[in-house]
């Protein structure tokens, strides 16, 4: 089974880190249904330096006994920053639990990348490697990993050398999503070149995750063995579908997953809704952080274009029951 350091994880797929979607609320719900761990959405580690926690709370926010493995995600551009950003998070009562640092080198988003973070880190692997090297340090031996693409350019192939540039400076755990930055989420994630990178990861010693594209049994069984991935995340196909682990897991063991019925579905938005609603500063934020959720939750179910539409104008949790259930 995969290990993420001295970490042991109990089995080998877990949900990506998506902003707006992978919340703690989240992850303990596709945790029920099968995700090993997912990782925080991504964090500013320059904010928390200049303005500390408080204000990135909500993106950081972790449940150590409920999530079970926990790993928080910052993004940035200055090994400084990392190193002020890390020693908070451990100076936390709450967020010093985390059990691993993630560090997101693959984020395309223009107001990103234009500071030199995210996929930009790329395009500088001595900086990416210096970052590293920081995080390790100031990570007091808590596992550190790194989640990247096959490379900035439209066209990228996959780049081996950065896969050695961060098992160099001492990364425990890389994944891989298979398209360039320059893609975005456009076109099919390539296999090859996460194979490419897996194979310079094996040969590193670094344990490997792929990720891109991963819906299925089959998905799943494809980046596993041709990719030399100890691990899987799984992005959109989980969005509104924590069911979708409990399917990769048993169609990966050659079992049948028979999907949930609307009624089921529509249950588990309700529940989602409700727990976003205990963390949330007000009910009417909630729903309305929630409305692209809604969206995934009700594709495919009868009427759903129209349910689609009333739910985005939902601002309580008695509208939102209403719609579905009237
Ligand atoms: C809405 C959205 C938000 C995302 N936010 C993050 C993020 O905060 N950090 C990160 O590393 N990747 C982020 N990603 C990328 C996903 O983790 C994943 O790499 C990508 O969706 C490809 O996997 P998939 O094909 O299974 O969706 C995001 C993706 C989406 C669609």
New binding site residues.
């Given amino acids: 089974m995969a290990s993420i350091g001295k970490i042991k994880l109990d089995n080998p797929v877990c949900l990506?880190?998506?902003?707006?979607?992978?919340t703690v609320t989240y992850r303990v719900i596709c945790r029920g249904f099968g995700s090993s761990y997912a990782?925080?959405?991504?964090c500013s580690a320059r904010s928390i330096r200049y303005r500390g926690i408080g204000p990135s709370y909500q993106y950081l926010r972790i449940d150590p006994e409920r999530e079970g493995l926990c790993s928080i995600?910052l993004?940035g551009f200055d090994p400084v920053d990392f190193e002020y950003a890390i020693g908070a998070i451990l100076d936390d009562e709450i967020l010093s639990k985390t059990d691993m640092i993630?560090i997101?080198m693959?984020?395309p988003v223009p107001k990103v990348i234009k500071t030199g973070a995210g996929s930009a880190l790329m395009k500088t692997p001595k900086l990416a490697g210096d970052i590293v090297r920081a995080a390790v340090k100031a990570a007091c031996g808590k596992p550190v990993t790194v989640?990247t693409?096959i490379g900035f350019d439209k066209g990228s192939k996959g780049d081996p050398e950065f896969i050695k540039v961060l098992s160099d400076a001492g990364c425990d755990m890389i994944?891989v999503?298979?398209?360039s930055a320059a893609a975005i989420?456009s076109g099919k994630?390539d296999v090859d070149a996460v194979a490419l990178m897996g194979k310079a990861a094996k040969e590193a010693g670094v344990t490997f995750f792929a990720?891109?594209?991963?819906?299925d049994g089959v998905s799943a069984l494809e980046m596993k063995e041709k990719c030399f991935a100890d691990g899987l995340?799984?992005?959109?196909?989980?969005?509104g579908n924590p069911w979708v682990f409990d399917k990769i897991r048993k169609e990966m063991e050659g079992k049948v997953f028979t999907g949930p019925s609307s009624g089921e579905r529509k249950e588990m938005l309700l529940r989602h809704l409700k727990e976003e609603v205990e963390l949330a500063p007000s009910e009417d934020a909630a729903v309305r952080a929630m409305r692209?959720v809604f969206v995934c939750y009700v594709k495919g179910m009868k009427g759903a274009a129209e349910l689609k539409d009333r739910l985005c104008r939902a601002v309580s949790v008695a509208e939102v029951e209403d719609i579905l259930w009237n």
Avoid at 16 to 22: L, R
Avoid at 39 to 42: A, F, M, R, V, Y
Avoid at 233 to 239: E, H, I, K, L
């Fill in positions: 990506a880190p998506m902003a707006g979607f992978s990782p925080t959405e991504l995600q993004f993630d997101n693959g984020c989640k693409r994944c999503h298979g398209r989420y994630a990720n891109g594209d991963i819906s995340m799984v992005g959109r196909a989980a969005c692209g």
